[in-house]
């Protein structure tokens, strides 16, 4: 019944002139885009990130330094000794904030205790199975019958993960952190206190860097596979060229050449946070707030709880098989098996219930 | 190994925080737009209305274009919908525009079905989308939407009231569709007559409890033009591709013997309104209601039908899966007894049937019998006839050689006893 046809004879370009009655050519669609910004504006935006790292780097500080105000957990918490928790903690703190009418609701994940135990072995699970939980919660109002009319999102959009200035190469820990993760969420990695390395030493351990992440097949944001064109292929090579950025977070503010500007200040000088001679911290920012924040979003929707889901729902599958079923289930590699709430038997993707749950 | 803790602080209670620089998100709004841009948008109309208001001239005014298609006869026997799509550019903002007709509405002697079809088209489209979406592997984002975002509804110029044909579909389609009324072929009713007219329409609507789509009035930037337009619905509206010279500007009209009636004249009709609301304005809260309202309540209905519920939520995702099961084996079992059923009737049918040609062999044969047997009586009939032939005809034989036996006998004899031959003769004949 229903046909498509190829592009007819497009309308007369009209130049986007708003009078109605000088210019018959122009209809009027390219309002959609004001009418799409008068309710995105009205609704609001989400953001969620995840900052991980071992205590001392400086997560709160460039929490704080990247929002511009005290977002970070210790400048809400009223407990204001530093203690290292004995387990890792996950700690998630929401605030409203808004800017030339756009209002955008920030929850800042903190992760204490990660990485300071002596024995760091599985510190990723906590936190994969924090991620995981959020996925899940979104997917159980997704198929709710009844469902809000916007579900709350409160999945990870973004996960910082801070590497120590070691100036070497990734510790174990890092790269089996960003190795697992990376397949949940999209991981920013960026080297911490980056004021302790000098330029050429920053080059060289980030080269250092970035072949490790090849070799272990790490996959970080932003990811090639999910480049949509050439042009945003050239953009995101640009940044894969300097990830991880180098950062420097300060929220003091001093006095330099006149203007009061974001640093820190030592004896022999005064390092400019949003100097990008100094550090990358404006790359982090522009990267993740004025540019990509929409496409960060767009892949934790589409591709990690997309991918979530099919392996949520793929496990129900399996625990109802009523055939008895001799099918050789797979282990799942990424150790996840142990956070999937309430399936025990099932470890792993049956294919060959697809059929099964293609009707569904 | 660490054992985990998890602690979450005001996620209800979120802080207003305020920023001591710029930090740049204000730029969200602008990313969101470039991402829509990137992808095209699609918009869906349907239009509802008898053959021969305009309804196809109305869709090339507004979009500016030619689109194809030649106008329908009226002898359709039942209301078909087609719908074709058509991709327009407007500077760098693509539209997948698909615009689809009720074919045949309205001409029937019988239009007690005519609304099914419509309502049949809506609801498969939402059937579409819902498939995709419950789907384990699914690709929503490229998915092509054809859930209908608006239905313009044509109402004849009659100038009197609407048709019950009007009232009952649109009652149908109001809880599926944005409905959005419009006076076609408006140029036909004076001014004090429209105005009677929509004041009764309204009216009509109202008191049958037909919802049509109210432009909406949360915004402020919007909420003031909303409103007014809300007044003024339904909207009058004239049609034209044709151009014709006003002053010195080629503008859109019907030219009469008595006058020309410019399309985009306020004073003449309603054609700009109805443009400004349907494309300017309103066209993301259309698609946006269509996603939120009706579509919901379609899914909530048909989930519900096929017997799952929102059950306590710790098994929410089992109950899914286990009632599905549980249909899905209800299902197979009443497959396998239908089949079981049919090849019993099957076999029965095998058999009767069998009977009954075996019947008909023994008839058969019987008859061959029977015939076989008239035959072989004909034909011993025949020979013995033949036989009493042949006797007689030896026995001719004989008798002839005899005779001639006797009269050579007698010629050897002489001719004096010609006259006891002759005598004996005379006895033997």
Redesign the interface.
């Known amino acids: 019944m229903s046909e498509s046809t190829k592009p007819h004879h497009p309308p007369p370009q009209g130049k986007g002139e708003k009078s109605h009655g000088s210019d018959f050519s122009y209809v009027g669609i390219d309002a959609i885009l004001e009418q799409m910004r008068r309710k995105a504006m009205k609704q609001g935006f989400e953001l969620n990130i995840m900052v991980v790292g071992q205590s001392g780097l400086g997560k709160s500080t460039l929490m704080n330094t990247l929002f511009k105000s005290k977002v970070s957990r210790k400048s809400v918490q009223p407990d204001p000794e530093e203690r290292i928790p004995k387990t890792i903690e996950i700690k998630s703190i929401s605030h409203n904030i808004e800017e030339k009418g756009v209002r955008m609701k920030l929850t800042v994940i903190d992760t204490p205790g990660f990485g300071d135990q002596i024995n760091n072995e599985n510190c990723w699970q906590p936190i994969m199975k924090f991620i995981n939980d959020q996925y899940e919660v979104y997917l159980q109002e997704e198929i709710n019958i009844n469902r809000k009319k916007r579900i709350p999102d409160s999945r990870v959009h973004c996960c910082i993960y801070f590497i120590p200035p070691t100036g070497h190469c990734l510790r174990p820990l890092d790269v089996e952190f960003m190795r697992r993760l990376s397949k949940v969420v999209n991981i920013v990695p960026v080297i911490a206190k980056a004021d302790t390395l000098t330029l050429e030493e920053r080059d060289y351990f980030k080269q250092t860097i970035r072949e490790e992440l090849r070799a272990n097949g790490i996959d970080v944001y932003p990811q090639k596979e999910f480049d949509e064109d050439p042009e945003d292929r050239v953009i995101n090579d640009k940044i894969r060229e300097m990830i991880p950025f180098a950062v420097v977070g300060s929220d003091h503010e001093y006095q330099v050449n006149g203007k009061r500007i974001l640093g820190r200040k030592t004896k022999w000088g005064t390092i400019e946070v949003e100097n990008i001679a100094h550090c990358e911290f404006a790359y982090l920012r522009d990267l993740l707030i004025r540019t990509h924040m929409q496409n960060i979003k767009d892949i934790t929707g589409s591709i990690h709880y997309e991918s979530y889901r099919v392996r949520r729902l793929n496990e129900s599958n399996a625990l109802f098989t009523t055939v008895s079923s001799d099918h050789v289930l797979q282990p799942k590699t990424n150790g996840q098996s142990e956070e999937q709430l309430g399936a025990p038997q099932a470890n792993g993707v049956a294919a060959q219930h697809e059929a099964l749950s293609h009707e569904m | 190994?660490?054992?985990?803790?998890?602690?979450?602080?005001?996620?209800e209670g979120?802080?207003?925080?305020?920023?001591?620089?710029?930090?740049?998100?204000?730029?969200?709004?602008?990313?969101?737009?470039?991402?829509?841009?990137?992808h095209g948008?699609c918009f869906n109309i349907l239009c509802v209305g008898e053959t021969g208001l305009g309804k196809s001239t109305l869709m090339d005014t507004?979009?500016?274009?030619?689109?194809?298609g030649e106008p329908t006869q009226h002898n359709q026997p039942g209301v078909?919908?087609?719908?074709?799509?058509?991709?327009?550019?407007?500077?760098?903002?693509r539209?997948k525009l698909?615009v689809?007709n009720t074919v045949g509405f309205g001409d029937q002697i019988n239009k007690e079905d005519s609304y099914k079809s419509i309502v049949e088209?809506i609801d498969a489209q939402f059937e579409a989308y819902l498939q995709e979406e419950?789907?384990?592997?699914?690709t929503?984002?490229s998915y092509h939407d054809?859930r209908i975002h608006a239905c313009l509804y044509f109402i004849a110029p009659t100038g009197h009231s609407l048709k019950s044909l009007d009232l009952v579909t649109m009652k149908k389609l109001d809880s599926k569709v944005n409905i959005i009324p419009i006076i076609a072929k408006s140029d036909a009713i004076s001014k004090s007559e429209l105005a009677k007219f929509k004041i009764k329409i309204t009216s009509e609507l109202v008191s049958n409890g037909v919802q049509i789509y109210q432009f909406p009035t949360d915004?402020e930037?919007?909420a003031e033009i909303n409103s007014t337009m809300n007044s003024h619905l339904p909207f009058a509206v004239v049609g034209s591709t044709e151009e014709v010279k006003i002053g010195n500007k080629?503008?859109?009209a019907r030219q009469y013997p008595w006058g020309t009636v410019q399309v985009?004249n306020e004073n003449h009709c309603d054609f700009?309104k109805l443009?400004?609301m349907l494309?300017?304005?309103?066209?993301?809260?259309l698609r946006?209601q269509t996603h939120?309202r009706h579509y919901?309540l379609y899914?909530?209905c048909k989930?519900?039908e096929m017997g799952?519920?929102?059950t306590d939520?710790d098994s929410?995702?089992?109950s899914?899966?286990?009632t599905?099961?549980a249909k899905?084996?209800e299902f197979m079992g009443e497959l396998q007894k239908k089949e079981e059923e049919m090849r019993q009737m099957f076999v029965q049918r095998v058999k009767e049937k069998e009977a009954e040609l075996k019947e008909a062999e023994k008839e058969l044969h019987e008859k061959f019998d029977r015939l076989k047997k008239l035959h072989q009586d004909e034909k011993k009939k025949l020979e013995e006839k033949k036989k009493s032939l042949d006797d007689e005809l030896n026995t001719f034989k004989q008798k002839k050689t005899a005779a001639e036996l006797l009269q050579n006998q007698a010629q050897q004899a002489g001719g004096s006893t010609t006259l006891k031959r002759d005598k004996e003769r005379k006895n033997f004949f």
């Not at chain 2, 190994?1 to 996620?11: D, K, N, V, W």
């Not at chain 2, 419950?134 to 699914?138: E, N, P, Q, T, V």
């Open positions: 190994m660490a054992s985990t803790e998890i602690a979450r602080q005001a996620g979120a802080r207003a925080v305020p920023l001591s620089g710029h930090v740049g998100f204000d730029s969200m709004p602008d990313q969101l737009v470039n991402k829509s841009v990137n948008f507004l979009f500016n274009t030619k689109f194809e078909t919908l087609k719908s074709n799509t058509y991709e327009l550019q407007e500077s760098n903002v539209l698909t689809v088209f419950l789907k384990i592997k699914r929503l984002h054809t915004d930037s919007v080629m503008v859109k985009e700009v443009r400004e494309i300017r304005v309103n066209m993301e809260d946006e939120t919901e899914r909530r989930l519900e799952f519920k929102d939520p929410k995702p089992f899914l899966q286990e599905y099961e899905r084996n």
